[in-house]
């Protein structure tokens, strides 16, 4: 059980540049979400899916997409990437139980757009 | 209103004495508050988490109080220890879990 892993673990792009990061679960977990974190600023969601197929916008979606075509990998891509993307990107997934929901996270992906 | 406000932005604490992290929320739509530790290089891991139907939690030696009525809540690490040493944060979510907040992190350094 490895829990949440994420690919690649460091990347240097230059201004322009597309790349998509990928995250996998192997809990079976409904949710999945996709986090930026900026020194001082937390973690700001990027996007989130509830679910296979699904995807919806977070607090900072611009610049931003993403996929969900099987349960366990959600995609995050750049299309053209600027510096102001530079961030460590954190994929988070949790159970839909109808209840309260814990976010596991996965180790993060560092992120340098030159 | 989906902000989540933490304070201190960073804590020194002697080993063996107590933590104290507090974070505010304004949208009473809120109905759940966990709390993640987060070690250099790694991802946030939940430490511990309350609803609004109860004024504190205990697990160990980390409490959470939760003011309903002032929409504050707070993290307490008695005995703090130098592997306590980390950055927290608070967040808040509703809609079950669709869309987390979080606080801006507090860093904790415990002294030997």
């Known amino acids: 059980n490895a829990g949440v892993t994420q690919t690649p673990k460091f990347r240097v792009l230059k201004t322009g540049q597309s790349m998509t990061l990928l995250c996998a679960q192997d809990?079976?977990?409904?949710?999945m979400y996709w986090y930026r974190q900026d020194p001082g600023m937390g973690l700001r969601l990027i996007h989130y899916?509830?679910?296979?197929?699904?995807?919806a916008k977070g607090e900072v979606p611009d610049g931003y997409n993403v996929s969900r075509l099987k349960k366990q990998n959600f995609l995050l891509g750049l299309e053209s990437a600027a510096p102001s993307q530079t961030s460590v990107y954190f994929c988070?997934?949790?159970?839909?139980?109808?209840?309260?929901?814990?976010?596991?996270f996965g180790p993060g992906t560092r992120l340098l757009v030159l | 209103q989906q902000q989540v406000k933490q304070s201190p932005q960073s804590l020194i604490v002697q080993k063996g004495g107590i933590s104290i992290i507090n974070c505010a929320y304004e949208n009473t739509a809120f109905d759940y508050f966990p709390w993640y530790q987060q070690f250099p290089g790694k991802g946030p891991a939940l430490l511990i988490a309350i609803r609004p139907d109860v004024s504190e939690k205990k697990e160990g030696r980390f409490t959470i109080s939760f003011n309903k009525s002032a929409k504050q809540f707070s993290l307490h690490i008695m005995d703090s220890q130098p592997g306590d040493s980390a950055t927290y944060f608070c967040?808040?979510?509703?809609?079950?879990?669709?869309?987390?907040?979080f606080g801006p992190g507090t860093r904790l350094s415990v002294l030997p």
């Open positions: 899916s509830v679910g296979e197929g699904t995807t």
């Open positions: 809990m079976n977990h409904e949710y």
């Open positions: 967040a808040a979510t509703d809609n079950y879990g669709q869309n987390f907040v």
């Open positions: 988070a997934s949790s159970y839909l139980t109808g209840l309260r929901e814990t976010q596991y």
